[in-house]
């Protein structure tokens, strides 16, 4: 039997003191749980001693818990770890709890990799597949469950993830709310197809469903999420609140709430600095999350600017409208009232869900393509940072490569890192002025496209005796980087750099196209991530000769153009880390088109310097004390008006 489909959840039940994958597939037909029994758990002992045999290591039997930590298997493999050649032992084992315990005693060997990888996302990684963009998969029947025989990744199309937005009002005599004493007093849930607010008091309002208690009310909530069987619950800021509250609300209570697909309850977890909360069997977005994150990576379609990711403000920011209010301290007192009050408190709980419907609805294109791109699950997408997505796209190519995945560093290697900081980018300060007739040139990607140009990699980084006899490129800083093989990271970046001049060739025939729009937008996030993950004290690839080397080219190249700018009789107003601002004075587009190109006949193959626009006037002013003030330090009026 096949079955084709995109993935709604992964995760690692044990079962006979073993771990096996589960996966909650959606194909044409509806849900389906696929179990694979076959993939077994492991990580890599690079040994000290070259003699180590696998005799000495294959009968190691470790207390662990109430059991024992076991090695299933040893395979010896050649492997590449940062540009070197390597032999490693792979080292398997039954259960995925017991990798930590096995690493911590195989150390007294050699050094151990790849031990903290999550199971689920080791099964994603070797198994090379996308949940959102899909799986086909042949599985027969066993004891009752669809069992694995092969998996793999397969575009899947025309089947789309289901959702329901909520949100709670809870009684606040004290302000805020105290979830062992405090009841849920309003529960409301909206998507395209229905808008209700459930609550223990009669309200005249069609949308209103009364419940007999708080329990009740619980109850009919879980009722209805299992009834439309959604994909996806969303709500805001609801992974540190209202999903938490809702859970210890049922426990004091003893209300059936069972929301997930399975007969589990949801549970709590970290995830980097986030809590997070896993629903089994189906997708948590915390649309709270997606609004700070593209804030943070300032390449949405709008640029979000609040000076509080309250729902009210992002809606506002997003969709130029303004949500219902209420006085928050007071909703316990509305909610005592029986009169118009209590009314509009309903009405504020309802257009709660409404408005978090529309903004989920904004955003969750760019999550679902994010997800695709990187190749995880749309849950982990919508909690991660930049550098946890750069960093897992780089452990799937890594992995595809016949490479090892570095370690994350530890304690005071990470502050060793924080300490040794290099220098960023070259700004040069304007003359404060207004000045008329002017252009704005910019480098396309200028730090993607300069790993990309000089094969930065911290396994190209090559010694004073590596080089000897070997083609390199040396940086401003003086480190060498081979020119061939190519490294992991310039491989990936010129990859999506490539499909990304694609996507926005078709977008621009189509530009009704979401799907596409959100395309170009994550790889364009993701593509400028490199480079910040790079210097990232946490980073698996970190690497201060490569980081301090990007910002060093950047300087060499913005400083090149301003020179040759003034060369050619167009005086630089202003540059930052990948633009330059001429004035024109007598010069005609036609003379900046030609320089622009000579500029570009200078550069390396994948590197372009391009026209922004042309702008009538502009303001710039000077630089404040301290850090306060703008960082652009200017303001200009497009020929077109903008």
Wanted: aromatic residues 10%.
């Amino acid at each position: 039997m096949n079955v084709k489909g995109i993935v709604v959840d992964i995760d690692t039940p044990t079962e006979e003191n073993a771990s096996v994958i589960r996966l909650t597939v959606k194909d044409a037909e509806g849900i389906k749980t696929l179990y694979d029994y076959s993939f077994q758990p492991y990580l890599y002992l690079i040994p000290r001693n070259s003699q180590l045999g696998e005799e000495e290591l294959k009968n190691i039997r470790i207390p662990s818990g109430d059991s024992y930590a076991e090695i299933s298997s040893i395979e010896r493999k050649s492997m590449n770890l940062l540009g070197k050649q390597v032999d490693v032992f792979k080292v398997y084992t039954k259960n995925a709890k017991d990798v930590p315990v096995l690493k911590e005693y195989l150390e007294e060997f050699g050094t151990c990799y790849e031990y903290d990888i999550p199971f689920w996302k080791r099964y994603l990684i070797d198994k090379d597949i996308s949940p959102i963009y899909g799986i086909s998969a042949e599985v027969e029947e066993r004891d009752g469950r669809l069992s694995v025989k092969s998996i793999e990744s397969s575009e899947v199309t025309g089947i789309g993830l289901t959702h329901i937005c909520f949100d709670i009002e809870t009684y606040n005599p004290k302000s805020t709310p105290r979830m062992d004493i405090d009841p849920i007093i309003m529960i409301s849930f909206a998507n395209s197809e229905t808008r209700h607010v459930i609550t223990t008091k009669r309200i005249d309002r069609d949308f209103v469903i009364q419940a007999e208690s708080e329990k009740d009310m619980l109850e009919k909530f879980a009722e209805q999420v299992r009834k439309g069987d959604y994909d996806i619950i969303s709500g805001y800021n609801s992974s540190n609140f209202d999903i938490p509250y809702l859970l210890k609300r049922a426990e004091k209570l003893k209300a059936n709430f069972k929301i997930a697909r399975y007969d589990e309850m949801p549970y709590a977890q970290h995830h980097g600095l986030l809590n997070i909360v896993k629903i089994p069997g189906r997708i948590n977005i915390d649309v709270y999350n997606t609004a700070k994150f593209v804030a943070t990576v300032g390449t949405a379609e709008y640029l979000i600017k609040v000076n509080r990711f309250t729902l009210g403000e992002i809606y506002k920011e997003i969709t130029g409208k303004v949500k219902k209010t209420v006085d928050k301290p007071k909703i316990y007192k509305m909610y005592d009232s029986e009169g118009e009050e209590l009314n509009e408190l309903a009405d504020y709980s309802l257009d709660d869900s409404v408005s978090l419907d529309e903004l989920y609805n904004f955003f969750m294109p760019l999550e679902l393509e994010i997800a695709k791109l990187v190749g995880t699950t749309l849950a982990e997408t919508a909690v991660s940072t930049t550098g946890q997505l750069v960093e897992y796209l780089l452990m799937r190519y890594a992995h595809r490569n016949n490479q090892i995945i570095p370690n994350k560093p530890e304690g005071e290697e990470i502050n060793e890192r924080l300490a040794n900081s290099f220098e960023g980018a070259y700004v040069k300060t304007p003359n404060a002025g207004i000045y008329n007739n002017l252009a704005v040139l910019d480098f396309r990607g200028l730090y993607p496209s300069i790993i990309i140009a000089h094969n930065i990699d911290p396994s190209t980084v090559l010694s004073d005796e590596e080089s000897n006899g070997v083609g390199y490129f040396e940086s401003p800083t003086g480190t060498r980087f081979r020119k061939e093989p190519k490294g992991i990271i310039p491989t990936v970046l010129k990859l999506l750099i490539s499909e990304r001049e694609g996507v926005k060739k078709e977008y621009k025939k189509n530009p009704d196209n979401k799907a596409l729009g959100a395309r170009s937008q994550a790889l364009k996030i993701i593509a400028n991530s490199f480079y910040g993950y790079l210097g990232y004290a946490r980073s698996r690839w970190y690497s201060r000769a490569c980081g301090s080397s990007v910002t060093a080219y950047g300087r060499d190249y913005i400083k090149k153009t301003i020179e040759m700018s003034e060369q050619a009789g167009f005086p630089v107003i202003y540059s930052d880390t990948d633009s330059v601002v001429l004035l024109l004075g007598n010069k005609t587009k036609e003379d900046v088109l030609a320089f622009l190109k000579k500029v570009n006949d200078s550069l390396p193959e994948s590197m372009e310097l391009e026209l922004e626009d042309f702008y009538e006037r502009g303001v710039f002013v000077g630089k404040k004390s301290g850090d306060i003030g703008a960082k652009k330090k200017y303001a200009l009026l497009s020929q077109s008006g903008r």
